[in-house]
C-alpha cells in the first residue's frame, strides 16, 4: 500500500514571505505551500518574521525576513518561497529569535547567524553574520538543547549545564557580571544553579526558563507579565517592572512536566500525559484558559496576566505545542488542531482577526489530517497527510 502524500500548509502574518506561499499577502486560514520541495519535515520554527525547517534527513529550508541575514544564506535578500542552506552539516533542531537563528548538528555542535546587535550569536563579532558560523565558545561541549529569545540566546550541554549570552538588561540572562545585571554578554557564560541538572530550556522575549531533571522550573528576566509565575509581581504602573536577576524556583502543583513553550510575554508546559497548563501575559487570550472579562475581577488575575501556572481545558490528550509571539497551536492525538490568542494578522486560521479567548479547532483542512505543528512569532504551519 502507497505511503499517504504528505502536504504542507501556513496562515498568518506574510509581510516578508514568511509563509513561503510565493507572496507576501497575509493568509487567514491554511494554505497549500508549494514552493517545498518533496522531502519529510521533522521540525518547523520561525522568528519574528522568517521561517527555518528541518527535513528528516537534516537538510534547512527558509524563507522570509533576511535583513540581518537570519536565513542564512549569504546576502540580505528577504525570500518568500523556500530556499535550501548551503555547506552546512545536518542539523537535528533549531531557534528563532527576533532576527537571530541558532542551530544544533547530529553531533551536538552550535551554530549561529543573523542579527548580532546585542551579541545574540555568541561569537563577539561587531556585525550580523549571513551564513551559519560555529560558535566557538560552544566548540568544546556537546550541544542538545537551545532555546532564542527576541534579542537573547540559552543553550544546554549534554551535563546539564546552561549557558546563555546576548541582551541581558532585563535580567534574562540570568546572570551578573561585576555584581549588576548586564546589558549584554557578547561571550557565553555559564548561569550558576547549583548541582541542578536541567533537561530543557525555553525562553520568551525577555525571560527564560529551565526545567530540572526532578521536574523543578527555574526561571529569571522580566516579570512585567507574571511570566515568571507565583514570585512576588509587580502590574506594569508606569513606575517600573520587576526583574528576577537571578534563577528562582517557580512553585507548581503539576507533576511529571515533560516541556516548556514560551511566547513574548507567556509560558505554557506540558505533563508527561498531555495536560497543560499556562501563565503570563493574558489580554489577548493566549493563556486559553479563562474569559477576557475575568481578567480584571479573578484573585489570580491583575492588569491582563495571570501569575500562578493553571490548566488550560481541553477534552483530549495534547501531544504536540507550538508557541507564537502572543497565540498558540495544539495538537491532540486524535490529529484535531486547536488555536488561541491574538488574531491580527489570522495567526489563530479561522478566517478571521478576532482574538480567541478560549481553545477552538482550526477549520478543517478538507481532505488533510494534521499531523506537525510549528510556526514563528505571527505564523503558523502544519504538515499533513491526506486522509484516506
Known sequence: MAAPSRGLFSWGANSYGQLGTGNTTDTFTPQKVESFPNEAIKCIRGGGAHTVIITESGSLYVC???SKGQLGLGHHEDQVNFQIIKNIPPICDVSCGWEHTLAITENGKLYSWG???FKQLGDN????????TIVQAMEAYTVVDIAAGLRHSVVLTNTGKVWVWGAGGKGQLGVHVQGSIPSQVAIPEQVQLGN????????????TIALTDDDKLMVWGSNRRGQLGELPYTPDNGEGTLVVSQPKYLPSN???????????NHSVFQTCDGSLFSWGRADYGQLGRVEHELLLTSAVYS???????????????ITQISCGSEHNLALTENNIL?????????TCGDGTTTNVYLPQQVPDIKGWKPTLIGGGYGHCFTVCEQRC
Open 338 to 346: 486547536y488555536s488561541w490568542g491574538w488574531n491580527e494578522h489570522g
Open 196 to 207: 541542578m541538572i536541567v533537561k530543557h530550556v525555553a525562553c520568551g522575549a525577555f525571560h
Open 254 to 264: 503539576a507533576k511529571n512536566i515533560n516541556t516548556i513553550f514560551t511566547g513574548w
Open 125 to 132: 563579532q561587531a556585525n550580523n553574520v549571513e551564513t551559519p
Open 115 to 117: 542579527g548580532n546587535n
Open 64 to 66: 522570509g525576513w533576511n
Open 303 to 317: 492588569e491582563g496576566c495571570c501569575y500562578i501556572p493553571k490548566p488550560v481545558e481541553l477534552a483530549e490528550r
